[in-house]
């Protein structure tokens, strides 16, 4: 029988400075150096969670707003919403800090799936999550919904079998 | 009135190879390194097509399916199938391919959304796709669904409002 | 007059994944890895404390104890301990962790110091730290002898006007 | 019973130049990246004298004092100074030198000590150094002074113990 | 009795984004990354006509005409041209492009040389080459004189018996 | 009229450690990296002899005759053997070094050339180089015979006009 455990021990912070090489000619942060520090930050907190080697398996839809600046300290908050079996999927918010004028904005959020692997890289099942706080059930209750949408769109379910998904558009 | 360029124009092939430096502790590419190179091949097709500066609206869902192990080589082959305005979705399909072996494998596709701007950071009108082949077609048609997928999951639309969509659920 | 300004609030966790150019031939991170990092992070809490770009003045003393082995979870924590005009100095706490094993290792900790300077690279008055926590207030106390002593070992103080560091030799 | 070996032999010489991803806001070398090249020059030192793996063990006291611009070039030398058994001291020099106006200053100097191991990570002795110049000379007598300071800073030395040291401080 | 396999099969395009880091004081391009980049399309084009690891063996000179600037997308093609036993030389095309302008400029050919070898590092015969285009046709034709330069230049060749070589200066 | 310099004040020692990232599957430094390291610190010599900037012109051909393994100590000399104008060749020496076995092997030479240039990218002439020791004067008395070799695979010089070329075949 699977443990349980809660959410709250897989938070993970992670900090980083935007450099030079991070930037594009507008001297932003590139979007594809942003979803790289989500993946290892996700990834942190899917293996605190499981005390397992994970691969990432998916990311959701994930929209960039607003600009962020050279020099700007991007901070990533990672911790897990819910297992199904050794998948583990995990919520990430991004906010972006100017320094010198102490401003901080929401930059933005995202989920990314971990399926946890033994040595010989094969699937293994991992503790189940204890959601407590508000924010933390309802992600909890969330992810059968995400888990559809994900499931229909890699083709891998058929979209009249998405029984949670189709709430979405409020259609039964 | 905006010009239209054929979507063959924008066509990008990216080969990297995978390093030490990529993988992770199972020696496979970690998916956060794959999505980096993903946005810079998907923002060289846009600026291909609108000879502007782009920045990374959003990514799709993606999947990650077949480990890819260290020294393979990844090809990366990145075109635009439609935009709407000042944003740009770009296509892209990503291989692997194990060397010594010959052995190729299709990894992933992925869309990437990008909006055009000016020197001053504006959105800016760009270029309408045409599209040539049948596979070029079939994703300019399908073009608009998910970009009310991408509209609905950001809660800027309405579910109800995302006529294209809903035959995804084959609900109309 | 300066302004005043908890201690807390610089507060910077940093997470770092132990990726093989980190690594020396023994597969464990290499010193110079780990000060690179302390540096940032530590630079990190100092700005958000004086809202002011900064320098790196001087580190103190660093011994490293125990190897920290590729894969590895490693955690910076900054904090300001107290500022002198425009010299701030900062405290980093490393933690180590083996994620498969759950493990996490205390690694070391290590004092920078920093100044502020305004655009034209001059040295420009902080705000002052308000210790709340006791070890923020021991690290408070500790912080004019640390300052004694990176005066005698730069040669910019005489040994014996070093009236704090004398205490640490029970002299006087 | 160990061989001796001049200190001449174990002379690196590293050059390096400061890049975009280096500096910070103001474009001027970070003292992160410094110490990270100190740590790799002085451990090729380190590698010399011992013709073994070592481990950095710590770092003394280093102070920065000038900004070193974008585009400098950064020459570091290296050469121990002593050994204790299986630690061995080295001394680092650092010039930066503008190379249009072809003006070299010198930016800092360092103490780095290491730990020679063998393969299965055993600390295991050196050679011993033979210091040959004047300079040589006074850097082999001051390492005891260093190693205590370092001991106590450590707390693995009681002050009152630290012979040596205490000259430092004018109190015997 | 070697394998032949056409040319056209080796065929590998990388795009590059030139960077800050890959950039001189003036924000060109520097040569030296140029040329890191030549090695590893030219080195994945030998790997894909021999399914054999290859090292590098030479490259031959190399001239760099125009300057690249910061934020160019650089294209290059490889291909091999010609197999000797081991041995097998590619020829790679460069393609700079400044995208809002729409430019493309041609930057310079190159011609490396590589050796294929087994698990121990021991030279394998590979696959010969069937030339198929003019151009490929015309580079496999000069193959033999390139190799000649080659070996004269390594000093493993006396230039009297260069006879290949020696048509270049129209002398015999 | 030009002044004159010394070579050997253009002398540069740049010390590198071969990483992971640095090599092949065989865990052998990459040919390309090499190249990376040799253009810039030939560029630092040219830098040096010059006082401008400098631009890569060509490289000579360089051969790569033994392996270079994962955590090797590289040591590469450069300094300028003779200018012409605007243009400065530098003569470049690499040694590789297994430090737990303390062999030293000769890696390989090479020319490079550069242009040096005012701020507005113009070439602009440079010191001339006086050769002091017999292995300088060999160097600086072959520059024109390598010189005229770029030129004429470059196609900027007629085969038959190299007179200085044609005696490395001893035609005349």
Known sequence: ??????????????TELVLPNDTNTLSNLMGGRLLH?????????????????VVT??????????????????TLNARVTRSFNSSIEVY??????NIPSGE??????????????DQSSKPID???????????????DGALRRRQLR?????????????ELKSLFKLD
């Not at 029988?1 to 992670?14: D, F």
């Not at 991992?126 to 909890?140: F, G, H, S």
């Not at 499931?151 to 029984?163: F, S, Y």
């Open 126 to 140: 991992v503790n189940e999550v204890i959601p407590e706080t508000d924010k933390e059930k309802e992600l909890y």
């Open 104 to 117: 901080k904005i929401y930059s933005n959020t995202a989920f990314f799936t971990f399926v946890a692997v």
């Open 92 to 97: 990430i918010e991004v906010w972006a800090e």
């Open 1 to 14: 029988m699977a443990k349980k455990k809660p959410a709250s021990l897989s938070c993970v912070t992670m």
């Open 57 to 74: 398996a998916s990311v959701d839809n994930v929209s960039f707003s607003k600009p962020i600046p050279l020099g700007s300290v991007v």
């Open 151 to 163: 499931l229909v769109l890699a083709k891998r379910m058929k979209p009249e079998d998405a029984n």
């Open 37 to 53: 520090w989500m993946d290892i930050v996700s990834a942190i907190a899917a293996q605190k969670h499981s005390n397992r080697i």
